[in-house]
């Protein structure tokens, strides 16, 4: 079985990728690693019910003539994430 891994920017040791999820308040879901060394957190993704109703009508979204439609909403989900990681990395919650 293949395991991702990385370097750690904190402790330059490779470190297997194993991710792991936290559910926060509002339904708020943030996925992360630990460096495996010195156990720092890498927040990889962080979601809310707005972001995952986004995903699934992006999922329902078949055939080539809808290709723009998908990707005009997969930069609005990546744009919605970015913030909610930020909030959540600066201020310890992932509101918008």
Known sequence: MFKEK????????????EF???????????TYFKCEHC???YVC???DKKVQKMQRKKRNLKGHYNIQKRLDLQEEI???MAKL???LIQF???DI
């Open 6 to 17: 990385a370097r750690c920017d904190h402790c330059s040791k490779l470190t297997k990728i």
């Open 20 to 30: 792991k999820e936290k559910k926060h308040p509002n339904e708020v879901k943030e």
């Open 39 to 41: 156990h720092h957190r």
């Open 45 to 47: 993704f962080v979601t």
């Open 78 to 80: 990546n744009q919605r």
């Open 85 to 87: 990681k930020h909030n």
């Open 92 to 94: 310890g919650h992932a």
